[in-house]
């Protein structure tokens, strides 16, 4: 069975210290990963796919990056708008429906 | 595209009462998930449609749950006989084929 693992699950983190969030995966085969940013008592707000090793995403002060076994999500010089959970999911060969999520890493920027 | 809609935003009910939750995709959108989300956890796969077609349940759904998508657009999820268990945020999301997933704000469901 598809299994996402998320660590740490949370970070503390001072406004403009960087940190990368890990999202390590066992799939039969990949179809597809994806990030996600989560306000408390919100629905999950898509952040990016990644298809196959190698590939990069950006956008604003994250980074999400792909390897054959975990990705990572860079997050530089978090402001305090950057504090939500942050939830990785994985779509597989096994089930080409569903999105099988990790249960989040939990981060708090502040000033 | 307004996004994915969810209605009602909040339910409280009694155990073993009927709930009813509704979902409206975007538009274009052919495919329909539905996720069970407890706090502390990641959203928990409990069904998918690809236009009105039913195609996978997750196995921990019990027979209590029924979903539907009629003529491929907006979806129900119907939770029978509820009970303390089943309180939860219900999400529901859409997709272009096998592209990423747009969540809806959710349903609080409060089983009393």
């Known amino acids: 069975e598809d299994q996402v693992t998320q660590s740490p699950e949370a970070l503390r983190l001072q406004e403009g210290e960087s940190s990368s969030l890990n999202c390590s995966y066992t799939?039969?085969?990949?179809?597809?990963l994806f990030w996600y940013r989560q306000d408390p008592g919100k629905g999950p707000e898509f952040l990016f796919t990644l298809y196959s090793a190698g590939e990069e995403k950006e956008k604003e002060r994250l980074k999400a990056t792909l390897t054959k076994k975990e990705s990572f999500l860079h997050i530089t010089a978090p402001k305090p708008e950057d504090s939500a959970t942050y939830l990785c999911?994985?779509?597989?060969?096994?089930?080409?429906?569903?999105?099988?999520f990790g249960a989040g890493t939990q981060v708090v920027v502040t000033p | 595209d307004t996004g994915v809609s969810q209605n009602p935003r909040h339910k409280i009910t009694k155990r073993g009462q009927n709930v009813t939750f509704r979902c409206d995709p975007i538009?274009?959108?052919?495919?329909l998930y539905w996720y069970r989300q407890t706090l502390g956890q990641g959203p928990e796969f409990l069904t998918y449609f690809q236009n009105e077609a039913q195609l996978e349940k997750s196995r921990l759904l019990s027979d209590r749950f029924s979903a539907e998508r009629p003529k491929g657009s907006f979806s129900t999820l119907e939770i029978q006989r509820t009970e303390q268990g089943d309180s939860a945020m219900y999400l529901c999301?859409?997709?272009?084929?096998?592209?990423?997933?747009?969540f809806g704000p959710g349903t609080r469901l409060t089983v009393t």
């Open positions: 538009s274009e959108h052919n495919r």
């Open positions: 999301a859409s997709s272009l084929n096998l592209a990423g997933g747009y």
């Open positions: 999911a994985v779509r597989s060969t096994d089930s080409w429906g569903k999105f099988q």
């Open positions: 799939v039969s085969g990949l179809r597809g």
